[in-house]
């Protein structure tokens, strides 16, 4: 059976425009979490707010927006905003490592409080307008903490449970804990997504071997490094117009911020966020990746680009 494939949110890099332009060149995903945005009771009152997410995207996979707080006042609040906008499904981030984020029982910073998450989805579950689904990791410093929360996230009538498993004191370090993901795995009543490390064909066929029961499976970094792995892993043969189709996918995304952001500092600091990515597409390039990455100015930043997509590669 094919693998249901989503892009996971990366907040400051899959964003709108990036969606947009990465699905057109790169087919393979069925679905995104967007990345999140914060959970607010005055919602509905800030359009800004909702810029990334509205209005609905449609054509593409389907898109799955996703809210970070610990107030599900504020959950069902922005949630009906989402609802409004034509979405179905909204997802709670769990797992944010960063500490200050974390620091506030926010994202992961929640995890050692099972009775907080109880009481936070036994109000946003009654009272979402928008089925719930939950992203999380094993615990934020003890990989013991998902076994706690397994039979309160069973408890409520979420549309499914995306495990990243890692700790968030990891933050995105270290070995993905896959011992740690088949304990919670063999206790999660729902759909059950893996995320975590798919950069390769091998990996992902000894994920799948190793947990036969998971048919929805995550992918961020590695296919930002590599955009032809999501169809590769359905089976598809990107074909031989890589180099053009990377190309591309590059000048719009970079005209994109062109003309969204303002000042050259910061179209040059998202397009190298996004080389830093990217840029394992080019092997052996390192000291054109370093141009890029060394470019001050918008001419050099070009030049840079245009060495590494006209250098011969292997
Ligand atoms: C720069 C960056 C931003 C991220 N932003 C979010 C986010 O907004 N929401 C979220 O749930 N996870 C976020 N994550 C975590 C990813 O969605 C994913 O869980 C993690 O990168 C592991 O998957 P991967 O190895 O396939 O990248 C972020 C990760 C990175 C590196």
Redesign the pocket.
């Known amino acids: 059976m094919q693998p249901f494939l989503y892009l996971?949110?990366?907040?400051?890099?899959?964003n709108r425009l990036f969606r947009r332009i990465y699905f057109r060149h790169f087919p393979g995903f069925d679905a995104a979490?967007?990345?999140?945005i914060l959970a607010t009771r005055s919602a509905g009152s800030q359009a800004s707010h909702f810029k990334d997410l509205a209005p609905r995207e449609e054509p593409g996979p389907r898109l799955v927006p996703?809210l970070?707080g610990n107030e599900a006042s504020a959950f069902v609040a922005t949630a009906a905003v989402l609802a409004d906008l034509g979405y179905d499904e909204v997802?709670w981030?769990?797992?944010?490592?960063f500490p200050v984020v974390a620091n506030k029982r926010r994202?992961s910073g929640l995890l050692p409080f099972p009775e907080l998450v109880a009481s936070f989805l036994d109000e946003a579950c009654a009272r979402s307008r928008l089925p719930v689904s939950v992203?999380l990791?094993l615990g934020r410093r003890d990989p013991g903490e998902i076994l706690e929360l397994m039979p309160i996230l069973n408890a409520h009538p979420l549309a499914r449970v995306?495990l990243?498993p890692?700790l968030g004191v990891q933050m995105?370090r270290g070995e993905?804990d896959l011992e740690g993901f088949a304990r919670a795995a063999g206790l999660c009543a729902h759909e059950l997504v893996y995320?975590?490390?798919?950069?390769d064909e091998a990996g992902f066929a000894r994920l799948r071997a190793t947990f036969p029961g998971i048919r929805e499976w995550?992918?961020?970094?590695?296919?930002?490094a590599d955009p032809f792995l999501p169809a590769r892993l359905k089976g598809s043969d990107p074909g031989t117009r890589r180099t053009e189709a990377l190309l591309a996918f590059h000048d719009e995304l970079y005209a994109g911020y062109r003309g969204i952001l303002h000042g050259p500092a910061h179209v040059l600091d998202k397009m190298k966020?996004v080389w830093g990515y990217l840029g394992a597409s080019f092997p052996n390039s390192g000291h054109l990746l370093g141009r890029i990455s060394q470019a001050r100015t918008i001419e050099a930043y070009e030049r840079a680009v245009r060495r590494l997509f006209s250098a011969p590669r292997g």
């Open positions: 996971a949110p990366l907040h400051g890099v899959t979490i967007a990345p999140f996703q970070l997802d981030n769990l797992g944010c490592p994202g992203k990791r995306i990243h890692r995105y993905v995320n975590g490390d798919i950069r995550m992918l961020g970094r590695g296919a930002i966020e």
